[in-house]
């Protein structure tokens, strides 16, 4: 139940690893009007918000809560977010008590994540970030694999990119295909 915000907190570097790509060399003389109210990538940011996400899944890894937390906006509006109604954790102090039930949800240093789908942006000093992954840990030895769908938003903070707003869940085992799977009426 608690798997997904072990697998996607660490997969959050993965995301912004392959999500984010340098500015072009060169500017176009003139833009395409839909790409016009798209910020230009400011590798600075990128790699600050790279850093962030480092802390966090080192922090994870190690089960270090203080090192962790500090990854997360100090407000009592801060917000993590699983599958589930309950899992639904607001304010760092809650958000605190879900990471100390989560260390013992998994081995350390186990996990695995692989992201086939993600994509982000930054603006001045707020950031989001979505990912669909795959994820591989274990729990006293025995191996766990399950995917992952992670959305997040940062701010910056005191200088430091933050989470402020964190969610993960795990999508049904056997949900309806998708409708371009789905059989053609009337043939």
């Not at 260390?103 to 970030?129: E, H, I, R, S």
Request: charged share 25%; net charge neutral.
């Amino acid at each position: 139940m608690k798997k997904w915000l072990l697998g996607g907190l660490t997969l959050m570097a993965l995301v912004l690893t392959g999500c984010q790509s340098p500015p072009p060399a060169e500017k176009p003389a003139e833009k395409p009007a839909t790409a016009a109210s798209k910020p230009e990538r400011d590798p600075k940011v990128i790699e600050e918000i790279r850093a962030t996400l480092q802390q966090h899944d080192k922090a994870l890894g190690e089960k270090n809560l203080d090192a962790l937390m500090d990854t997360y906006v100090n407000d009592a509006d801060t917000v993590a977010l699983g599958t589930s109604n309950g899992e639904r954790w607001v304010g760092t102090e809650s958000i605190r008590n879900a990471y100390t039930e989560m260390f013992k949800d998994y081995d350390p240093n186990t996990l695995d994540v692989k992201c086939d789908w993600k994509t982000g942006q930054n603006l001045g000093d707020m950031a989001w970030l979505a990912a669909t992954c795959q994820a591989k840990d274990s729990l006293k030895g025995k191996a766990r694999q399950y995917e992952l769908n992670v959305t997040a938003a940062m701010l910056k903070q005191n200088g430091k990119w933050r989470f402020a707003m964190l969610h993960m869940s795990n999508p049904p085992a056997s949900g309806p295909p998708p409708a371009s799977d789905a059989p053609k009426a009337g043939g």
